[in-house]
């Protein structure tokens, strides 16, 4: 407490005496403010009953300067200018305020060998017995200071002692205001840390100061030890609920942490003689005090005079047995009913009460552990022990200071030398001169008694033999106003379990999970039904075990941040050309362009679309089709494994043809579909649809590995390698052979379905000749970064021309005219290929493929099958809503009506003049002919049911304008400009990194003397090479490379000009100087090539552009990466490297260098799609480590 500064605390309008080291508790007890609210449901003034998280009814909304909607008086320190106001009721949960930082709320990720929970005298004496044995320590507790309950002076100064020695040890981390919210499976602890920033002046303008206020940590531990403490319990009487009604241990915590004294006119009521403490504290501040205490075995019940009881009076065999309000509605006198019966009605503004004390077992049970009756304490206690988690202290029912260190002694050694030896961590090293830094602290006495006496067993007090439906006073769980009546009518109604009985009365339920009242409950419930306490047990504690708040849980993914954005290689361009983006997936793609109308403003997306529906059709348009996945499959087996999953024939594909196939599940169902070109004998490249890239590839490795292990053939995702433009319209043909004049572009050359790989725009390129609009099309492939360098160039040779920009809206309008299906819209997971007109592309001639027995059941070959058809509406100007549902019966007759099928595609047609749509109908390709009606607005809207191809049915369009010789000057183009040009700029031409726009932020982020710097590194060549480690293979493979490829999963290995990195058993990244990927290849192919047949399948793939690196490099690299990576860094040494996810971002992280070391550094390898989120998130996070 600095006494010496007065904060500036408002609640409810009332200016608090408020200080440094104060709770808003404190500060109100200070203030002379004992009702700080009214209950849930009936709305009684209630007031502070505690001095920590277990309270039930203080709870207090909270304005500035940190926002809280609802928080415990007793943890919420007070900050200047700080306002709030008292919780009426129920509350009301707000919403955060507009502009609230990202910054205010993060995750970090720790690892460690021990855990201890608690920071009082058993947490303590187990984190330092922990760390002398060397091993990682982490110790937490929710109090702004370690000691737990310790108040004394001689207390505190040993709690300060052992906490300055842990805090001088590396290997140990201290945290304080940090609550632990749940034990889950493997040792994986979540605990939620107050910054102390905002609470300590020391550290007022420092980092973190300017940014977070609560830190959500996720550790990871070997051993845990529980050293969570127990949580004083109340007694039930009449009125216990009253303002002025405290738990006694907590009157003592506001006396000795804050120098508050509750009340002045004291009844002390308690069970057993812990609670001695507290009158004689209170006595010492001149306060009178009268105990009551219901035991007499050493007591002989005082005769009591009709006047005043003198102060410090023991009431033995007396009992509390109702509290008094005044006009206020706080507490004013108690009723005591004596040894000898009579009763006795004495003046009180304060009542302390202890009941005994509950073991707090909530992070205990969400590891698994199952509580017990103890009789004699009256209250629950651990039971059977559970692996790799102990409980230690008065967690576990101990008492006496003294005891309670010895155990925590105990259970940290016992956790280190299991955490030691799991780790593999020698004993010499594990005790290297560590305990020789580390004093011998005794713990300090605490006044208790040594052989106390036995405590009483008391939960309900009664003013004589009251039924118990009539207790309607007597209060259970005070934040939940449930009362003994309520638990009465629980059981009358034939409830014999305390978890229903909890659901029935709301018992346990509120944010305190029955910490005061679940004992309580248990031992009522079993007065009330006969059934003993053992065999009720108590109700489950789940995580959260204190409340957190959502923004913590979320941290820093929300906003632009939340989930990770996925850009392609040319997103700058469209960004710059006025694109208006949608979310596919994770991806940004253009939805449309909008230009400027002449009269002021800009088009309306429908406006934009059928501008470039028609220049689709009638000229030449492009989009960026890099999004759809692709995958690399290689090996000898290739064309048998694509024959398995695909139902279409891909053996028989020569290489450079490409073929249309369809995917679909066991069931028969279309999966997904997309296109397979052949490279090679022994190699292919298939596309998917943009979401299901991931799932598709890892539903090949799934067949691979489980089904067709003998298949020689591996899968590899291209995505990122190639940018992908697709150039479509029927002048298409004459652009493309401008940008590339060495290629034969005629139509009797450059067939439908074949590909081609030459130069365009003076770029490496793939163009293969696929089309999704019906239009004449090419996809032309460069490397992803040589995506800007492509788009330039082709906009510059084409914009004089007409050359249009369109964006997905366009693309789903064009695919739509043609009647070509789009996955996941126009089916719903119940569709074979035959229901979607593309029977045609399942192959007959195959002995097997996925589907094929499903295919075959009369079930998919039904009559009335939902098939896919057209809709075109009577009234042509009707766009008929997406979902909406076709009918028979005109007028709807009353629910359930028929339902035939639905809406699944309805645009608007530029090409036809009016609007159309895709349907799934019952028996659809039967009725095409008819009538079917459409359900809008609750009203059966007639349209004809069509054929799902509009335009073009014959496949005329397909080749495109046969006089096309390309708009403009027949000159070829360079990426450096348009037609005529001497050719190509070289900037133009040189590859675009994915973070160069980052240069400049990352430099600005980055010192020399920093505690970290962000720099992304140039472009490399890097290989992804598939070889079983230590074979043959790879003996050759590691020849060719002139480096050796390591052995273990996460070894690097390195030699001049060359770096292997081992991302698997059977996978490994090579990395190289840039423009060494065709030698590269063809050096390892060469090498595998003279080995014969015998050897494992070796692919080679050039991932190059796939993913780039940013190095991050200083003494503090690993905490910038522990808030986004669950790896245990500080374990990764120079020479390693591993596969895991950083903010949400797939990565490789090669290590550089040692640990805190002014040198250390660490490469991130993430793909190049996901980089600009990585390098926003690196720009949020880095600048608290600078």
Same mark, same amino acid.
């Given at each position: 407490?600095?006494?010496?500064?007065?904060?500036?605390?408002?609640?409810?309008?009332?200016?608090?005496?408020?200080?440094?080291?104060?709770?808003?508790?404190?500060?109100?007890?200070?203030?002379?403010?004992?009702?700080?609210?009214?209950?849930?449901?009936?709305?009684?003034?209630?007031?502070?009953?505690?001095?920590?998280?277990?309270?039930?009814?203080?709870?207090?909304?909270?304005?500035?300067?940190?926002?809280?909607?609802?928080?415990?008086?007793?943890?919420?320190?007070?900050?200047?200018?700080?306002?709030?106001?008292?919780?009426?009721?129920?509350?009301?949960?707000?919403?955060?305020?507009?502009?609230?930082?990202?910054?205010?709320?993060?995750?970090?990720?720790?690892?460690?060998?021990?855990?201890?929970?608690?920071?009082?005298?058993? *947490?303590?004496?187990?984190?330092?017995?922990?760390?002398?044995?060397?091993?990682?320590?982490?110790?937490?507790?929710?109090?702004?200071?370690?000691?737990?309950?310790?108040?004394?002076?001689?207390?505190?100064?040993?709690?300060?002692?052992?906490?300055?020695?842990?805090?001088?040890?590396?290997?140990?981390?201290?945290?304080?205001?940090?609550?632990?919210?749940?034990?889950?499976?493997?040792?994986?602890?979540?605990?939620?840390?107050?910054?102390?920033?905002?609470?300590?002046?020391?550290?007022?303008?420092?980092?973190?100061?300017?940014?977070?206020?609560?830190?959500?940590?996720?550790?990871?531990?070997?051993?845990?030890?529980?050293?969570?403490?127990?949580?004083?319990?109340?007694?039930?009487?009449?009125?216990?609920?009253?303002?002025?009604?405290?738990?006694?241990?907590?009157?003592?915590?506001?006396?000795?942490?804050?120098?508050?004294?509750?009340?002045?006119?004291?009844?002390?009521?308690?069970?057993?003689?812990?609670?001695?403490?507290?009158?004689?504290?209170?006595?010492?501040?001149?306060?009178?005090?009268?105990?009551?205490?219901?035991?007499?075995?050493?007591?002989?019940?005082?005769?009591?005079?009709?006047?005043?009881?003198?102060?410090?009076?023991?009431?033995?065999?007396?009992?509390?047995?109702?509290?008094?309000?005044?006009?206020?509605?706080?507490?004013?006198?108690?009723?005591?009913?004596?040894?000898?019966?009579?009763?006795?009605?004495?003046?009180?503004?304060?009542?302390?009460?202890?009941?005994?004390?509950?073991?707090?077992?909530?992070?205990?049970?969400?590891?698994?552990?199952?509580?017990?009756?103890?009789?004699?304490?009256?209250?629950?206690?651990?039971?059977?022990?559970?692996?790799?988690?102990?409980?230690?202290?008065?967690?576990?029912?101990?008492?006496?200071?003294?005891?309670?260190?010895?155990?925590?002694?105990?259970?940290?050694?016992?956790? @280190?030398?299991?955490?030691?030896?799991?780790?593999?961590?020698?004993?010499?090293?594990?005790?290297?001169?560590?305990?020789?830094?580390?004093?011998?602290?005794?713990?300090?006495?605490?006044?208790?008694?040594?052989?106390?006496?036995?405590?009483?067993?008391?939960?309900?007090?009664?003013?004589?033999?009251?039924?118990?439906?009539?207790?309607?006073? $007597?209060?259970?769980?005070?934040?939940?106003?449930?009362?003994?009546?309520?638990?009465?009518?629980?059981?009358?109604?034939?409830?014999?379990?305390?978890?229903?009985?909890?659901?029935?009365?709301?018992?346990?339920?509120?944010?305190?999970?029955?910490?005061?009242?679940?004992?309580?409950?248990?031992?009522?419930?079993?007065?009330?039904?006969?059934?003993?306490?053992?065999?009720?047990?108590?109700?489950?504690?789940?995580?959260?075990?204190?409340?957190?708040?959502?923004?913590?849980?979320?941290?820093?993914?929300?906003?632009?941040?939340?989930?990770?954005?996925?850009?392609?290689?040319?997103?700058?361009?469209?960004?710059? $050309? *006025?694109?208006?983006?949608?979310?596919?997936?994770?991806?940004?793609?253009?939805?449309?362009?909008?230009?400027?109308?002449?009269?002021?403003?800009?088009?309306?997306?429908?406006?934009?679309? @059928?501008?470039?529906?028609?220049? &689709?059709?009638?000229?030449?348009?492009?989009?960026?089709?890099?999004?759809?996945?692709?995958?690399?499959?290689?090996?000898?087996?290739?064309?048998?494994?694509?024959?398995?999953?695909?139902?279409?024939?891909?053996?028989?594909?020569?290489?450079?043809?490409?073929?249309?196939?369809?995917?679909?599940?066991?069931?028969?169902?279309?999966?997904?579909?997309?296109?397979?070109?052949?490279?090679?004998?022994?190699?292919?490249?298939?596309?998917?649809?943009?979401?299901?890239?991931?799932?598709?590839?890892?539903?090949?490795?799934?067949?691979?590995?489980?089904?067709?292990?003998?298949?020689?053939?591996?899968?590899?995702?291209?995505?990122?390698?190639?940018?992908?433009?697709?150039?479509?319209?029927?002048?298409?043909?004459?652009?493309?052979?401008?940008?590339?004049?060495?290629?034969?572009?005629?139509?009797?050359?450059?067939?439908?379905?074949?590909?081609?790989?030459?130069?365009?725009?003076?770029?490496?390129?793939?163009?293969?000749?696929?089309?999704?609009?019906?239009?004449?099309?090419?996809?032309?492939?460069?490397?992803?970064?040589?995506?800007?360098?492509?788009?330039?160039?082709?906009?510059?040779?084409?914009?004089?021309?007409?050359?249009?920009?369109?964006?997905?809206?366009?693309?789903?309008?064009?695919?739509?005219?043609?009647?070509?299906?789009?996955?996941?819209?126009?089916?719903?997971?119940?569709?074979?290929?035959?229901?979607?007109?593309?029977?045609?592309?399942?192959?007959?001639?195959?002995?097997?493929?996925?589907?094929?027995?499903?295919?075959?059941?009369?079930?998919?070959?039904?009559?009335?099958?939902?098939?896919?058809?057209?809709?075109?509406?009577?009234?042509?100007?009707?766009?008929?809503?997406?979902?909406?549902?076709?009918?028979?019966?005109?007028?709807?007759?009353?629910?359930?009506?028929?339902?035939?099928? $639905?809406?699944?595609?309805?645009?608007?047609?530029?090409?036809?003049?009016?609007?159309?749509?895709?349907?799934?109908?019952?028996?659809?390709?039967?009725?095409?002919?008819?009538?079917?009606?459409?359900?809008?607005?609750?009203?059966?809207?007639?349209?004809?049911?069509?054929?799902?191809?509009?335009?073009?049915?014959?496949?005329?369009?397909?080749?495109?304008?046969?006089?096309?010789?390309?708009?403009?000057?027949?000159?070829?183009?360079?990426?450096?400009?348009?037609?005529?040009?001497?050719?190509?700029?070289?900037?133009?031409?040189?590859?675009?990194?994915?973070?160069?726009?980052?240069?400049?932020?990352?430099?600005?982020?980055?010192?020399?003397?920093?505690?970290?710097?962000?720099?992304?590194?140039?472009?490399?060549?890097?290989?992804?090479?598939?070889?079983?480690?230590?074979?043959?293979?790879?003996?050759?493979?590691?020849?060719?490379?002139?480096?050796?490829?390591?052995?273990?999963?996460?070894?690097?290995?390195?030699?001049?000009?060359?770096?292997?990195?081992?991302?698997?058993?059977?996978?490994?990244?090579?990395?190289?100087?840039?423009?060494? @990927?065709?030698?590269?290849?063809? &050096?390892?192919?060469?090498?595998?090539?003279?080995?014969?047949?015998?050897?494992?399948?070796?692919?080679?793939?050039?991932?190059?552009?796939?993913?780039?690196?940013?190095?991050?490099?200083?003494?503090?690299?690993?905490?910038?990466?522990?808030?986004?990576?669950?790896?245990?860094?500080?374990?990764?040494?120079?020479?390693?490297?591993?596969?895991?996810?950083?903010?949400?971002?797939?990565?490789?992280?090669?290590?550089?260098?040692?640990?805190?070391?002014?040198?250390?550094?660490?490469?991130?390898?993430?793909?190049?799609?996901?980089?600009?989120?990585?390098?926003?998130?690196?720009?949020?996070?880095?600048?608290?480590?600078?």
């Amino acid at each position: 407490m600095d006494r010496g500064v007065l904060l500036d605390v408002v609640v409810d309008g009332l200016q608090l005496q408020a200080f440094p080291g104060d709770t808003l508790a404190s500060a109100l007890l200070a203030s002379g403010v004992r009702t700080v609210g009214r209950s849930v449901r009936r709305g009684r003034p209630r007031g502070i009953m505690t001095a920590g998280p277990e309270e039930p009814a203080a709870l207090l909304s909270i304005a500035g300067p940190l926002p809280d909607p609802v928080v415990t008086a007793t943890t919420v320190e007070a900050l200047d200018g700080m306002t709030g106001r008292s919780l009426q009721g129920q509350g009301l949960l707000t919403a955060a305020p507009d502009g609230a930082a990202r910054t205010q709320y993060d995750a970090v990720h720790h690892h460690c060998e021990v855990a201890v929970v608690g920071a009082g005298p058993a *947490g303590l004496a187990a984190a330092l017995e922990a760390a002398r044995s060397g091993v990682r320590v982490v110790l937490l507790d929710e109090r702004p200071r370690a000691g737990g309950a310790l108040l004394g002076g001689a207390e505190l100064a040993w709690a300060e002692q052992v906490s300055d020695a842990l805090d001088a040890l590396p290997t140990v981390l201290h945290l304080q205001r940090t609550a632990a919210t749940g034990l889950y499976d493997d040792n994986y602890l979540v605990a939620v840390q107050r910054m102390p920033a905002h609470h300590d002046p020391a550290r007022a303008g420092r980092r973190p100061a300017d940014g977070v206020r609560e830190r959500v940590w996720h550790i990871r531990a070997a051993e845990v030890v529980l050293a969570t403490g127990s949580y004083e319990r109340p007694v039930v009487f009449a009125g216990n609920d009253l303002p002025g009604v405290m738990l006694a241990e907590s009157v003592r915590a506001h006396l000795h942490r804050h120098g508050v004294l509750a009340g002045e006119q004291v009844v002390l009521f308690t069970a057993h003689d812990d609670a001695y403490r507290v009158a004689g504290d209170l006595l010492a501040t001149g306060a009178s005090v009268v105990i009551v205490d219901p035991r007499t075995p050493s007591r002989q019940p005082v005769d009591v005079p009709d006047g005043p009881v003198p102060t410090g009076t023991v009431l033995a065999g007396a009992v509390v047995t109702r509290a008094h309000a005044d006009d206020s509605g706080e507490l004013s006198a108690v009723t005591v009913r004596l040894a000898d019966g009579r009763s006795r009605r004495l003046p009180a503004d304060l009542l302390a009460v202890s009941g005994g004390w509950n073991p707090n077992l909530a992070l205990w049970s969400h590891a698994g552990g199952r509580p017990v009756w103890d009789a004699a304490a009256g209250t629950f206690r651990p039971g059977a022990a559970l692996p790799r988690v102990a409980v230690a202290g008065s967690a576990a029912g101990l008492r006496t200071t003294g005891e309670i260190v010895d155990d925590g002694e105990r259970a940290g050694l016992a956790a @280190a030398e299991a955490a030691g030896t799991a780790a593999g961590l020698a004993a010499a090293q594990r005790h290297q001169d560590v305990r020789a830094g580390i004093p011998d602290l005794a713990p300090p006495a605490d006044g208790l008694a040594e052989y106390p006496e036995p405590a009483a067993q008391l939960h309900l007090v009664t003013d004589g033999d009251q039924d118990p439906a009539a207790l309607d006073e $007597h209060f259970v769980d005070v934040q939940r106003d449930v009362t003994v009546a309520d638990l009465a009518r629980a059981t009358g109604a034939g409830l014999r379990s305390v978890e229903h009985v909890k659901r029935y009365t709301t018992a346990g339920t509120a944010h305190d999970q029955g910490r005061t009242s679940a004992a309580l409950t248990t031992a009522l419930v079993s007065g009330l039904t006969g059934i003993v306490a053992e065999e009720l047990g108590t109700t489950t504690s789940r995580p959260p075990a204190v409340p957190v708040a959502f923004a913590a849980l979320a941290g820093r993914e929300h906003g632009d941040l939340y989930d990770p954005v996925r850009t392609t290689g040319a997103h700058g361009w469209h960004v710059a $050309h *006025g694109a208006v983006f949608e979310n596919v997936g994770q991806w940004k793609r253009p939805w449309y362009y909008p230009r400027p109308l002449a009269g002021g403003g800009v088009e309306t997306m429908p406006e934009a679309v @059928a501008r470039e529906c028609l220049a &689709a059709r009638t000229g030449v348009a492009f989009m960026d089709a890099s999004t759809l996945g692709k995958i690399d499959v290689q090996g000898p087996d290739a064309g048998t494994f694509l024959d398995r999953i695909y139902t279409t024939m891909l053996s028989t594909l020569k290489v450079g043809a490409a073929r249309y196939a369809v995917l679909c599940g066991v069931d028969g169902m279309v999966v997904d579909d997309g296109t397979a070109l052949r490279l090679a004998p022994d190699r292919f490249v298939v596309t998917t649809t943009t979401g299901n890239a991931a799932k598709i590839l890892d539903w090949m490795e799934e067949w691979l590995q489980t089904e067709w292990p003998d298949l020689r053939v591996r899968c590899t995702s291209v995505t990122e390698q190639w940018a992908t433009l697709a150039l479509i319209g029927p002048r298409s043909r004459g652009l493309l052979q401008r940008l590339a004049p060495e290629m034969d572009c005629s139509a009797a050359t450059f067939r439908f379905m074949t590909a081609q790989d030459g130069t365009v725009a003076d770029l490496p390129a793939r163009v293969a000749r696929i089309s999704f609009s019906g239009e004449l099309a090419y996809e032309i492939s460069v490397s992803w970064s040589d995506a800007a360098a492509l788009w330039d160039a082709v906009w510059a040779a084409g914009e004089p021309d007409g050359l249009t920009p369109y964006g997905t809206e366009t693309m789903h309008v064009l695919r739509a005219e043609k009647g070509y299906p789009i996955v996941g819209q126009d089916t719903d997971g119940t569709q074979t290929p035959f229901d979607l007109g593309l029977g045609w592309a399942v192959s007959a001639k195959k002995a097997d493929y996925l589907g094929k027995r499903s295919h075959a059941r009369p079930d998919t070959r039904r009559a009335d099958r939902k098939e896919l058809v057209g809709l075109l509406p009577v009234d042509t100007g009707l766009l008929l809503p997406e979902g909406a549902q076709l009918v028979d019966e005109v007028p709807l007759p009353p629910p359930p009506v028929p339902m035939l099928g $639905h809406v699944t595609s309805s645009y608007r047609s530029a090409a036809l003049g009016r609007t159309f749509a895709l349907a799934l109908l019952s028996g659809g390709r039967a009725r095409i002919g008819g009538t079917v009606h459409v359900v809008v607005d609750d009203v059966p809207r007639p349209a004809a049911v069509v054929s799902s191809v509009f335009v073009d049915p014959d496949g005329a369009r397909r080749d495109g304008d046969p006089d096309d010789a390309g708009p403009g000057s027949a000159g070829p183009v360079g990426s450096g400009g348009a037609a005529g040009a001497a050719g190509p700029a070289v900037a133009a031409t040189l590859p675009v990194s994915p973070l160069a726009r980052f240069a400049v932020p990352f430099a600005e982020l980055s010192g020399p003397d920093g505690g970290v710097r962000v720099v992304e590194e140039p472009l490399r060549t890097m290989i992804d090479v598939r070889v079983p480690a230590g074979s043959e293979a790879a003996r050759a493979v590691s020849e060719a490379l002139g480096c050796a490829l390591p052995l273990r999963t996460g070894g690097v290995d390195e030699a001049p000009g060359v770096t292997a990195l081992a991302l698997g058993p059977d996978e490994y990244l090579v990395v190289r100087s840039p423009g060494l @990927a065709a030698t590269t290849e063809d &050096a390892v192919r060469r090498a595998v090539a003279e080995l014969g047949d015998a050897v494992p399948v070796v692919a080679v793939t050039d991932v190059s552009a796939a993913r780039t690196a940013v190095r991050i490099s200083g003494p503090r690299t690993r905490a910038v990466l522990a808030h986004g990576c669950a790896v245990d860094l500080a374990r990764l040494g120079p020479g390693t490297c591993v596969q895991t996810v950083l903010a949400q971002c797939a990565v490789v992280l090669q290590v550089l260098g040692e640990p805190g070391s002014d040198t250390d550094a660490v490469r991130v390898l993430v793909r190049s799609s996901f980089a600009e989120h990585l390098a926003r998130w690196l720009l949020v996070t880095a600048p608290e480590y600078v």
